[in-house]
């Protein structure tokens, strides 16, 4: 099993960026994904979460500015992130789940910073 996210990179305050984590090893359109940030000294936080049928939830945080998608031909979700704010600069996973244990696999990280 392997996720393998990709697309971080240091953006000025108002940019976007669109992290991708392409998946392998696994069936994935029967999971459920989530993408997670993490800071150091701070617990890691779900941000966006999306089902196998395509529903998808985002913390308050984000909401409004923070989209997540997957396309099961590809093996791959992407988190596109608008409105970047410095509090968003974070190393950014990717996880994969079914039911409501969301986080059997995990993505390496990729960071993002977010100058203001």
């Known amino acids: 099993v392997q996720l393998q996210a990709s697309g971080g990179g240091l953006v000025q305050t108002g940019g976007s960026l669109r992290l991708a984590c392409a998946a392998s090893g696994f069936t994935f359109r029967n999971y459920v994904m989530t993408w997670h940030r993490q800071t150091p000294g701070k617990q890691r936080e779900e941000v966006a979460f999306?089902?196998?049928?395509?529903?998808?939830n985002y913390a308050d945080s984000v909401k409004g500015r923070f989209t997540i998608a997957r396309d099961n031909a590809e093996n791959t979700v992407y988190l596109q992130m608008t409105s970047l704010k410095p509090e968003d600069t974070a190393i950014y996973y990717c996880?994969?789940?079914?039911?409501?244990?969301?986080?059997?696999?995990w993505g390496q990280g990729t960071q993002v910073t977010v100058s203001s």
């Open positions: 996880a994969a789940g079914r039911g409501s244990y969301r986080t059997q696999f």
């Open positions: 999306i089902s196998t049928g395509g529903n998808k």
